[in-house]
């Protein structure tokens, strides 16, 4: 079986049920956890990675049912390792706690949460300098690369807001876990509209988003399997996270040449072939979405996973746009041909000196490794609290 889109993406889960019964009926509950535990082993099998909150458990007063999902993921998590294919890029979950977080893990899950942070698949985000939920979200939201929301209110919100303007999927599901004016419920009716539903996700290819909707609301009648079947298909439907390439793109000028060769026989295979990244080049002449080219270069810039930047030339708007990324603190790979004249020195930057001799396995390779080693670098300027 060919290898998922979803193969090393991390899926971040979110939402939470309202204590209102007429609202969020018991049986609703059970099905959107039953729905939930599916969706994670068929994320499993196909190599997807999660975040997911490490906390309490608190229970609706009505029902003694848990609001929150994350317990039910971690538990599916375990239960469903044997699933996992080989070799999928570690960590399996990026788990995001805080300062709090050891004293309130429910006793019926301390043994399974040991288990998982002895083993080497868990990586431990912690967001203890601050108590408040808005941080922890931020720090999941970073790590995150697709939003599923379901029920929720502000919380849900506000995830999705920073997802969006990190420019990530969100997925909301329909479910009658809140009112259909808040959370997840909210973010779905938005999507409705055709002229809104690209804000949340987009289809490869330039598929149809707004049929994707459409697709996803679920109703009662609709079994639990088929509910995952078409999530599931949905989500390796997206659009691929975006490397956006800052780089030389006139061909009338000396250094082109051997910048494009580096682009088609290095960058590009091993972004969009091995990394799966779809790499994102504005050069005019390409149908664009905005009034002008260079509005369309920086709103796409601004919501890149990940930025190449490569200043071979040592043209005035490479500089530009990789200012713009260093500052944005996006994920920032800078790059030069050997020997190329600069204005300053890269190695400040860790940037990659890349060859136009050697072979292209070797010349992969380097780039493979370079990417390997920058990136997790923490931003220039790390984000400091007045007081923590």
Not at 15 to 32: E, I, L, Q, R
Not at 88 to 97: I, M, Y
Not at 229 to 240: F, I, N, R, Y
Request: hydrophobic share 40%; net charge negative.
């Amino acid at each position: 079986m060919p290898r998922s889109p979803l193969y090393g993406r991390r899926i971040h889960i979110s939402g939470s049920v309202v204590d209102d019964t007429t609202v969020a009926p018991a049986s609703d509950v059970h099905g959107a956890r039953e729905l939930i535990a599916g969706l994670v082993k068929e994320l499993i099998k196909r190599g997807a990675n999660f975040v997911v909150p490490v906390d309490a458990e608190p229970l609706r007063k009505v029902d003694a049912l848990p609001i929150c999902f994350d317990w039910l993921i971690w538990k599916t998590i375990k239960d469903s390792l044997a699933l996992r294919p080989v070799n999928v890029p570690s960590p399996l979950a990026v788990a995001v706690q805080h300062h709090k977080t050891e004293d309130q893990i429910p006793e019926d899950y301390v043994g399974l949460w040991d288990e998982l942070r002895a083993s080497q698949l868990i990586k431990i985000e912690s967001a203890a300098q601050w108590n408040m939920n808005s941080k922890r979200m931020e720090a999941q939201a970073r790590f995150g690369d697709i939003l599923i929301a379901l029920g929720g209110t502000e919380g849900v919100l506000y995830l999705a807001n920073l997802y969006h303007d990190a420019g990530k999927p969100i997925i909301p599901l329909n479910l009658a876990l809140c009112p259909e004016t808040t959370g997840a419920r909210r973010l779905y009716n938005f999507g409705l509209a055709s002229s809104q539903t690209r804000r949340l996700f987009q289809i490869a290819d330039d598929g149809d988003a707004h049929d994707w909707v459409n697709r996803i609301r679920f109703p009662q009648r609709q079994s639990i399997a088929d509910r995952v079947s078409v999530l599931v298909e949905l989500l390796e439907s997206l659009e691929k996270p975006k490397a956006f390439a800052v780089r030389l793109l006139n061909p009338d000028l000396p250094d082109y040449a051997d910048v494009q060769n580096f682009f088609e026989t290095v960058v590009q295979p091993v972004v969009e072939g091995e990394l799966g990244y779809h790499l994102v080049v504005i050069d005019g002449r390409q149908a664009y979405e905005y009034s002008r080219i260079d509005q369309e270069i920086f709103a796409k810039l601004h919501r890149s996973s990940v930025v190449l930047a490569d200043i071979t030339g040592a043209r005035p708007n490479c500089f530009l746009e990789l200012g713009y990324a260093l500052g944005r603190g996006l994920p920032t790979m800078v790059m030069v041909r050997e020997g190329a004249s600069l204005p300053f020195d890269i190695t400040t930057f860790s940037g990659l000196h890349w060859k136009t001799s050697g072979t292209v396995d070797d010349r992969r390779r380097a780039f493979r490794e370079h990417w390997q080693a920058i990136r997790n670098r923490p931003s220039l300027v790390p984000a400091e609290p007045l007081i923590s």
